[in-house]
T-cell receptor
Framework: KQEVTQIPAALSVPEGENLVLNCSFT??????LQWFRQDPGKGLTSLLL?????REQTSGRLNASLDKSSGRSTLYIAASQPGDSATYLC?????????????FGAGTQVVVTP | DAGVIQSPRHEVTEMGQEVTLRCKPI?????LFWYRQTMMRGLELLIY????????DSGMPEDRFSAKMPNASFSTLKIQPSEPRDSAVYFC??????????????FGEGSRLTVL
């Protein structure tokens, strides 16, 4: 059974510092891994999606890496801003599961202080 | 594109009442998912549809929960009778079918349900 873990559960950094968020999974038979952002009282916004054949994806200040063999993904956010404060969740789609049936981590709550 | 649209955004009801949550997926998306989010259990998949047909409802907690998708642009999640432990945020999400998409899920803003 796949387990998705995100450590730490919460993180506070001063503005301008780089953020490093970790996601680990126990079963490497993934189809893809997706990073989401969730603001309080809001839905989930997709940030980056990495296919199992890819090593990383980049979008602006965001970079996500994937190491399937070690069961890890890392989301880097460069030069953090107060607007980056949110909960970040990772989710995996297993090759053995039906299309779109994601398994989520519990999330990392990020606070960027001015 | 308007994105996934859910209603109501907030619902407060009393135990025993029927609750109906609604979702309009993104046009052209063949898959529709209902997720539930609680502090204790995080995000859990309840049920999903492909081309309006329920494919996997193993996540539906009890017979009190039911979901329908009468057409490609509308789905409902019904709880009858509701109980306080059903209090959660219910999310709807959609995605195009595998050959046309990357597996990226698009979520609605959620319906926050409070059962007193």
């Amino acid at each position: 059974k796949q387990e998705v873990t995100q450590i730490p559960a919460a993180l506070s950094v001063p503005e301008g510092e780089n953020l490093v968020l970790n996601c680990s999974f126990t079963d490497s038979a993934i189809y893809n891994l997706q990073w989401f952002r969730q603001d309080p009282g809001k839905g989930l916004t997709s940030l980056l999606l990495i296919q199992s054949s890819q090593r990383e994806q980049t979008s602006g200040r965001l970079n996500a890496s994937l190491d399937k063999s070690s069961g890890r993904s890392t989301l880097y956010i460069a030069a953090s801003q107060p607007g980056d404060s949110a909960t970040y969740l990772c989710a995996v789609l297993m090759t053995t599961d039906s299309w779109g049936k994601l398994q989520f981590g519990a999330g990392t709550q990020v606070v960027v202080t001015p | 594109d308007a994105g996934v649209i859910q209603s109501p955004r907030h619902e407060v009801t009393e135990m025993g009442q029927e609750v109906t949550l609604r979702c309009k997926p993104i046009s052209g998306h063949d898959y529709l998912f209902w997720y539930r989010q609680t502090m204790m259990r995080g995000l859990e998949l309840l049920i999903y549809f492909n081309n309006n047909v329920p494919i996997d409802d193993s996540g539906m907690p009890e017979d009190r929960f039911s979901a329908k998708m009468p057409n490609a642009s509308f789905s409902t999640l019904k709880i009858q009778p509701s109980e306080p432990r059903d209090s959660a945020v219910y999310f709807c999400a959609s995605t195009p079918q595998g050959s046309l998409g990357t597996g990226e899920l698009f979520f609605g803003e959620g319906s926050r349900l409070t059962v007193l």
